[in-house]
């Protein structure tokens, strides 16, 4: 089969090795529902780039493995999103090098950066006012670049910006749940992270057969929850007794409890945040409005002085991994990981384990001689990925699992009269 390049405009990547000649896998730096995001070296310049391996495979009738026409559409619409998001090579958006699929896997070989904005926030214990301004102004200009060429991510989050240099330069990530917005009409459907969701996705509007429609400005309330996390450390709807994905989606839906902005230690960024956070979608500021806010403008302002902000995320962090609608298993990572060696070893590719140096072999070694040095290389690669490596580049998400967890949820209020 020919080379299934990401540069190439097509709907469907077509079957090839190709990434196995040009790239060697190796530690894993995140993990997701059906996937793994692992280091890659490009085997001719010695470069590093990370690369999301999703596995589209599912298993029917017991021992029959086949692929999953859906988890295999969202994939390939998660490519053309990312394509389209990247094609004017934005600092601000993460960049998609290629894309292959190959044996039931899709490889996206991206950019690989140190860590994501979540991680950032929870290494500084204090945060200066201008480095904040700077934080959202970068994710401001990502997000209005990608209503600009007409598309919502849809899932706006601290784990879906990754640092670059010294932490304040951030590009935006994981397009597994972006859709193009259409020319007329609204987006349908319920998807994204629970405590960023915003109202206009969860409550039902007055209609049999009516479903919750949306805008772009889901994105924009999604970045006012950050803003309000950095601020208050966590998040703007907390419902009472347990919290659960649905009491969440519920609390958010009915404003319940009410929403409040205590005293803030920045009044510049709490005004702003008061702008975005509007549960009315047309009252909402844009992303091109709030970067003529003054706060945001303010990282503009080389030596302005402002306080400093004491951070703290850890609670929200671990609340935000309980409430994910699918759970990391072990035993599925454990399969995943044994079908992806199979799979790397049978194509001639190369692995390197957890304590691997770049030694790269040829990629013309015999598949045999490829499959035994795989064999003694993979019995390293047993240290479990630490927590903080959760996330460095987001797992793989897929709307699958995410709807079969909507078919469980409580019945979404409706809008009020």
Not at 34 to 58: P, Y
Request: glycine share 8%; proline share 5%; with cysteine.
């Amino acid at each position: 089969m020919g080379c299934s390049s990401g540069k190439e405009a097509v709907d469907e990547i077509p079957e090839s090795a190709e990434f196995f000649r040009r790239y060697a896998l190796g530690k894993k730096l995140g993990e997701g529902a059906f996937g793994q995001v692992r280091l890659a070296t490009e085997i001719s310049t010695k470069k590093e780039f990370a690369v999301k391996v999703a596995d589209v495979r599912t298993q029917e009738s017991g021992s029959v493995v086949a692929v999953s026409k859906r988890r295999k559409r969202n994939l390939e619409r998660e490519i053309r999103m990312w394509r389209i998001a990247g094609a004017a090579k934005l600092p601000q958006v993460t960049l998609l090098e290629d894309a292959f699929y190959c044996s039931g896997f899709y490889y996206m070989v991206c950019e690989v950066c140190k860590r994501n904005l979540m991680q950032h926030l929870l290494h500084v214990k204090t945060l200066a006012e201008e480095e904040f301004a700077t934080l959202a102004s970068e994710m401001l200009h990502g997000i209005q670049h990608l209503h600009t060429v007409g598309l919502v991510h849809r899932d706006i989050k601290p784990e879906n910006f990754l640092c670059v240099g010294r932490g304040t330069e951030l590009k935006i990530c994981d397009f597994g749940l972006a859709l193009k917005q259409p020319k007329k009409g609204k987006l349908t459907g319920v998807g994204g992270t629970a405590p960023y969701m915003a109202p206009e996705t969860l409550v039902k509007p007055k209609g049999l057969w009516a479903k919750p429609g949306f805008h772009k400005e889901v994105d924009l309330w999604a970045f006012g929850v950050i803003l309000y996390l950095i601020l208050f450390g966590k998040f703007p709807y907390m419902p009472p007794g347990e919290t659960t994905a649905d009491s969440m989606k519920y609390a958010i839906a009915t404003d319940s409890p009410p929403l409040q902005f205590p005293t803030s230690q920045s009044s510049l960024a709490l005004a702003l945040a008061k702008r975005v956070l509007v549960r009315d979608p047309r009252q909402r500021l844009t992303a091109k409005e709030a970067l003529q806010d003054p706060f945001v403008l303010q990282a503009a302002q080389r030596g302005s002085q402002g306080s400093d902000l004491r951070v703290s995320v850890q609670d929200a962090k671990e609340m935000a991994e309980k409430l994910r609608e699918f759970q990391i298993s072990e035993n599925t990572q454990q399969d995943l990981e044994s079908r992806l060696k199979t799979v790397t070893a049978k194509s001639g590719g190369i692995w390197f384990s957890e304590g691997d140096d770049k030694t790269l072999v040829s990629p013309t070694t015999s598949q045999n001689a490829v499959s035994v040095r795989a064999d003694s290389r993979i019995k390293k690669d047993k240290k479990p990925v630490s927590r903080d490596k959760f996330g460095t580049h987001s797992g793989v998400v897929s709307e699958e699992q995410a709807q079969q967890q909507m078919m469980k949820a409580a019945p979404i209020p409706e809008e009020p009269s």
